[in-house]
Structures are given as structure tokens and as C-alpha cells.
């Protein structure tokens, strides 16, 4: 009984993530889903990534969080236009659903935008269920959460489209193995890139930031 | 509809861990359930507090993960007793709910143990809204992941009789403001206990331990 229930809301997102992608489809907005534990640095890495967009590609970001406009503010800052959801209005859901980012997207000018990206509640397991009608997902970890994550949480990595190690400038002061960190990614994503990040010094940024790039001109090409 | 399905799962979740809270009294076993984003350091943690407790409290671990025995592994060669629950049995579940606590009582001789630690799956959102019966609630948070986390993710901190700073020896390296953690933290719960740990050094054991084996202690004079 509980089972087919949960079926059946997995069913209604997913007619719902088709609409949107549709919508997004004919608006020509590249639809990015960023997820990661709470804490991985996502906000930290889209503040640097926006920054460095600058007006290169019209860009809006919707944040979910549970409470709190922390992320909205900080993001905010950067110029590019935020949408805050706060899923306590949404249950306290723990993921965003189609139907949030259907609701957000009242509030954002579609045809002046060729980026959306989406900040997803910081959960490393729920938000992997639910399709957004977004193009791509990826996924951050960072080098302060141990090599084994992919393992355990292999549903999150398996459908993604990228993954990046966050925080590398920590790696001297950890006991942990980055190459097995990605060798464990790509076990359970084999075709995967993986992107070696630090906000802080920027290193690995210019190859992120021309994946992120490559992705929005092949859409709108196509 | 939704909602009202929702309401009876955490109805019937509810009923059985009073069931099981009843079953923990009976055999006089304190139980302890320790929450945390995933990569916050709880394995290393209850690795730590199992090799410092020896024989002194007679111990069981139940492990909660959605794949992988990676962490009863690490846990069972203090040697302790450890269960591990994979979640994928159960619908992959991202948190452990009191079904699956009963379900790994049957491979526990509570009769020999005073204390029970369930180790929850990594999620800071979702098992804060299952009871199992237990006696206690922590929660860890590691200093790599923000200080606003608190505020963020409210619930988790609110249900919690304890928190853990863990990672606090990689705070040179961060930007990073243990008071406004400490804070944030009493902002949503004024009156539970902070312990600021570092497994690599040893740093604030004492007290967590104390604290530990108090609670153990005021549970069998009961």
C-alpha cells in the first residue's frame, strides 16, 4: 500500500518533469540540477562560478533549502537573479520536486535566461529519486567526506552526469585518497568526469566552467 | 492524499517504537542514536568511543546504510557486536525507521548488552523524524560543513539531546567560526550539550564519554 503510494507520487513528479522539460525546451534554458550532502560547498562553488560567467551567458539559479535565505543572499550577490524555495512551505520536503521548480519559474523571466541552475536541498539521497526536467545533474562531494560515499550512496552517483571533488585545498591536512575517491565514482559511473575543485584557490575551475559552458551552447544549437 | 498516507506511516512508525522504547526498558538497555550528514565522521567516531569504553559497558552497534558493510566493518574490529542494516532491503530508505530496529534486535542478545548505539544512515533531514525507540538522539556535525547548519536543517537539531563539532583539529585550515556554530546550534535547541571532538587527536573525548556513560548509568539506577 505504501509502496504503491510512494509509486504513485514518483509518477505524477515524473509527468510533471516531462512538462517542464518540454517548457524549458522551447525557452532554450540549459537546466543544470546541482546535489550533495549538506555543507559540500555547492553555494561556495556557484558564487565562484557565477562570478566568473559574468554576463557571458544570462543565467538565473533556483535555491532549495528547507529554511533559511542564507544561500539565496549569498548567491544573490553575484547580480544573477535568485529564486528562493523553502520546502517547509512544500512539507519540509527533503528533495525538490517538478512541481517546486514548475512553482519557482512564475518568478523567473524564462526567454532571458539561457542557464537555469538549480541548488538542491542539501540531501545525498532523496533528491537523487526525483526528476526536475532538468538536463543534466551533478553531483558534489567533498574530500571531507571519505572515498567510500559513491559506494553508499551509489543511486545519487549513477544519475548524475558529472560529479566534482570539492575542497581540494584540504588535502594535505587529510588522510584520504583522491584517486580512489574517483575510482569509486566511476565504479558506480563509469562515464563520468570528474572535476578536482577548490573554491578557495580556484584550482580546477576553468575545466568545470568549460564542461558547464560546452553543455548550454550544445542545447542551444540543437 | 498524499499527506494523510504520509501521517499514517509515521503513525504506525510511532506505535512501533513505543513497542520497542517498552522492549529496551524491559531488558535495561540504554539506546542511542546518533545521526549526521554522511562523511561527518561517525564511524570514526563510535570506532574511537567503542576502543575507549572496552569492557567497561557492554555494547552492541546497529549500522544503518542503504549499500555496503564498509562501516560494520571498521566498527566490528573493536569487538563489538554489529549489525548492519542495508536499507535496500527496505525500499533503499534514507533513514532507519523502528521496523528495521526491531527486525535487528533478533541477531542482538539484549540480555547481555546496557547499551545499544544505532548509527543512522548519513541524512540530516530524514531520520530526524523516525523515533525507534531509543532513549537519546545526537547529532554530528563536522566543521567543513558550515555553521548555519543548524538553522538550515532545524528539525534534526530540535529532536537532538546532543551535538558533536567533529573534525575540530582541521579548524586551522578553515574559515571557519566554532562559537557561531556553538550558537546556531542553541539558537534551535537552547539546552543540549555541544561536544567539540577530534578523533585524530583525542581532543574532547573525555567529556562526550562522561556524558555517555552518565546516561547509561541513569538508565540502569532506573
Sequence with gaps: MEVKVVRRVLDANETMAQEN?????EKGVFVFNLMS?????????????????G?????????????TTNDADRLAQTGVEVVQINTDQFGGDCHLGAHVIRRAC????L??????????????????????????????LSVTEGEDKPLK????FRVCDMAVLSKIDLLPYLDYDKDLAVKNINTVN????????????????????EWLKNQVAAKNKS
Excluded: H
Aim: aromatic share 6%; net charge negative; glycine share 8%.
Design 190 to 209: 563509469p562515464n563520468i568526469p570528474v572535476f578536482c575543485l577548490s573554491t578557495r584557490t580556484g584550482e580546477g575551475f576553468e575545466a568545470w566552467m
Design 106 to 109: 512564475q518568478d523567473i523571466n
Design 153 to 156: 550512496y551509489p543511486l545519487m
Design 37 to 53: 550532502s549538506p555543507g559540500s560547498g555547492k553555494t561556495t562553488m556557484l558564487v565562484e562560478t557565477l562570478k566568473r560567467l
Design 111 to 140: 526567454d532571458a535566461v539561457d542557464l537555469l541552475i538549480v541548488e538542491n536541498v542539501g540531501n545525498l539521497v532523496c533528491p537523487a529519486e526525483f526528476d526536475m526536467g532538468e538536463d543534466r545533474r551533478g553531483v558534489v
Design 55 to 67: 554576463s557571458e551567458i544570462p543565467t538565473a539559479v533556483i535555491v532549495g533549502d528547507i529554511c
Design 21 to 25: 522539460r518540454q517548457m524549458f525546451a
